[in-house]
């Protein structure tokens, strides 16, 4: 009698529990990282890496060189444009296949572990399930590595491209205002800062003004669009059930993205 | 059972963390906790001495003076040269060493074979000799480029002191005749001023010359050629100070001219050096790749010969593995004065020299102890996720619509370090 009573108990908590707002709900297992560091050290990535910067260095003379010569403004950018076009070239020349090669291997391994999502090492500080040595030996054998047939399952993690969010007006201008301030503010504190020599509490005060300055600028200028940011990604993520949102430059695999729709939030 | 159904369902002290809207995950707002940690102190003060660096050496630059240019210049020069000197010289022990560990692997490889009395002669030629040959014409080309590169440069560093000078004389003549035009002007209003009152102060003067005049009038007088005297110092000191102010500026305007010339022609110049050191460089990297190993004895065996040619693709490998260090060192010096270089002839290049050498070191120690901080908090962070039962904690987050926010609970842990 009273074993029935307790079962009664528990089975009307837990009906109760189910239709409560805080069901008890399924654990997001199935986050997957990647050592990105340990993989850029594989002899690959760090031959085609040195490739890619004895280019750079080379293209940085040519650059410095150019733009010395240059007489206008446009000029100037016209050059700029240039050799990012050159450098990406060859980046995608000298890394595209090794860098394809890793992305599908990442793909098969979460595949394989039915990852919803794989992301740097540098996001994940405690549990999550670490695939760097699978991508690895994947990446090294010799087999050619086709994409997965399926699809990720659905992710509870979400994630936004920060660069596309930086590219929004009000946003760009914000940002450009505010690399123009504090580009004016060092070249007013800058020369104060050499005429105090090695005077170092002075230097220091100099400095604490100079921070001071541009933080109160940001606070003004940026702080503001942050925080609807900020808010903006929330509201999304919650109306897609999602519990965290992450930077696209953190994803590897997998994840939703959601950038289009707080890009819509934050333009109402 | 009761207690094992409370166990599981209710939420206790601890967060719900199998709940709806946490599903196990939590995330830790890792700059709050860094700030609260009992080294923070020390990693801020870091920062601020990295920040205070950059800042002071991204000020524009006062042009020097054509003598303190050639000084400057003659010092880079000596650095660069013994950068130089002191990475030929470990590449060359390193190229010694590694000709003659290679010369007994082949010895080696050869008696191991059975190629009788060939041992010695083997080595000798395919290693040692030969090796040495090739390296040693290699040094010599290396030796040639580098003293061309050295020449040019000093020409290019001639050429720009020289043009630097000259830009900077015609800058002290402009304004020197800036100077003198103004001091006429300034004496020209003098003279003006006197004529202007020179009737009246010979008619003051000419009414004071009587010795019959009364007191009254007298001091009456006497204040009239006081306010006289006055009014023409004011009017020159007032130009005076005008002057002084238009002076300023130009001297002001013609440092800004000056500098941006003395940039535009060292630029052109630096171009054209650095064209021809690159036509050089091509040429003697072309040079050094025809310098290959002599060829090995015609009589070995086909099995033994391709072991000395892996030995040599070994050690080959090896050395440039080993000299990869040293040739880093003194692109990393080269790449350092070339900025002081630059920064000579008035480019902003951020900090160098000594400023860059403190920075690297700040920047060092702060990546160490931001490391120990982080390993802590990591440390903390897994201890509190596992007691709690979470499956994954993140870092570096954008927003959260649920999860749970540890950040608060492990402030109070990295704070309890400080006790």
């Known amino acids: ?268 | 059972m009761a207690t094992l159904f409370a166990a599981a369902v209710l939420p206790g002290c601890g967060p719900d963390v199998h709940s709806s809207s946490v599903r196990g995950v939590g995330y830790v707002r890792l700059d709050e906790v860094v700030k609260h940690h009992p080294l923070y102190p020390q990693l801020a003060q870091l920062d601020d001495a990295i920040a205070a660096i950059n800042l002071a050496a991204s000020g524009p630059h006062v042009p020097l003076s054509a003598g303190q240019m050639q000084a400057q210049i003659k010092e880079l020069n000596a650095n660069l040269a013994a950068a130089q000197e002191r990475a030929n010289k470990i590449i060359a022990e390193k190229e010694t060493r590694y000709a003659k560990l290679e010369a007994a692997a082949v010895a080696a490889a050869l008696s191991a074979a059975g190629v009788s009395g060939a041992g010695q002669y083997a080595a000798t030629q395919t290693s040692a000799e030969s090796a040495q040959q090739a390296q040693a014409a290699a040094q010599a080309a290396n030796q040639d480029f580098m003293s061309y590169q050295q020449s040019v440069i000093a020409q290019d560093n001639a050429a720009a002191a020289g043009i630097a000078r000259q830009l900077q004389t015609q800058a002290a003549q402009k304004f020197r005749a800036k100077e003198e035009e103004l001091q006429q002007n300034e004496t020209d209003l003098s003279l003006r001023l006197t004529q202007q009152d020179a009737t009246q102060r010979l008619a003051i003067k000419t009414r004071l010359s009587n010795l019959a005049l009364d007191d009254a009038t007298r001091s009456q007088l006497t204040q009239q050629l006081a306010d006289l005297n006055a009014k023409e110092e004011k009017a020159i000191s007032s130009q005076r100070n005008a002057d002084q102010a238009t002076l300023s500026a130009y001297q002001a305007q013609l440092n800004k001219e000056t500098s941006a010339a003395i940039a535009a022609q060292t630029g052109s110049i630096g171009a054209q050096t650095r064209a021809k050191i690159e036509e050089r460089h091509d040429e003697v990297s072309q040079q050094i790749r025809s310098l290959g190993p002599a060829p090995l004895p015609a009589n070995l065996p086909p099995g033994v010969q391709a072991k000395i040619a892996a030995i040599h693709k070994r050690y080959q490998a090896q050395f440039q593995a080993d000299a990869q260090g040293t040739v880093a060192d003194y692109q990393a010096t080269k790449a350092d004065l070339d900025k002081q270089f630059e920064a000579l002839h008035g480019a902003d290049v951020g900090a160098t020299g000594a400023a860059a050498k403190e920075l690297d070191a700040l920047q060092k120690r702060r990546a160490d102890l931001y490391k120990q901080i982080g390993d802590q908090i990591k440390s903390e962070t897994n201890r509190i996720a596992k007691d709690q039962g979470f499956t994954t904690v993140f870092v570096d987050i954008t927003a959260a619509a649920g999860g749970y926010d540890m950040t608060n609970e492990l402030i109070k842990d990295v704070e309890s370090l400080h006790e």
Do not use: C, W
């Open chain 1, 1 to 268: 009698m009273r074993i029935r009573h307790v079962s009664t108990i528990i089975a009307t908590a837990l009906l109760a529990f189910s239709f409560s707002p805080l069901a008890i709900a399924a654990d997001a297992v199935d986050v997957g990282y990647l050592d990105q560091a340990e993989l850029a050290n594989l002899p690959q990535f760090v031959s085609a890496n040195r490739e890619l910067a004895g280019y750079k260095a080379q293209l940085d003379s040519q650059f410095a060189s150019e733009m010395k010569g240059a007489a206008t403004d446009a000029d100037k950018q016209r050059i700029q444009l240039d050799f990012q076009q050159r450098l990406s070239d060859k980046q995608r020349e000298v890394v595209g296949p090794l860098f394809t090669r890793a992305q599908l291997a990442v793909q098969q391994v979460s595949a394989a572990h039915n990852l919803s999502i794989v992301v740097d090492k540098r996001v994940v500080i405690y549990g999550g399930i670490d695939i760097t040595k699978d991508v690895e030996s994947l990446f090294l054998s010799s087999q050619a590595i086709n994409p997965p047939v399926a699809s990720p399952p659905p992710a509870d993690i979400g994630f936004v491209d920060q660069t596309v969010l930086d590219s929004l007006p009000k946003v760009k201008a914000a940002n450009d205002e505010m690399a123009q301030f504090a580009a004016t503010q060092k070249q007013i504190f800058a020369p104060q800062m050499a005429a105090a020599g090695k005077d170092a509490a002075k230097q220091q005060q100099i400095y604490a003004q100079f921070q001071k300055t541009v933080n109160d600028k940001e606070n003004e200028l940026l702080k503001p669009l942050v925080d609807a940011t900020k808010t903006a990604t929330a509201d999304v993520a919650k109306k897609k059930n999602l519990i965290l949102v992450i930077d696209r430059a953190d994803v590897l695999s997998g994840g939703m993205d959601i950038t289009t729709d707080v890009q819509s939030e934050l333009s109402k």
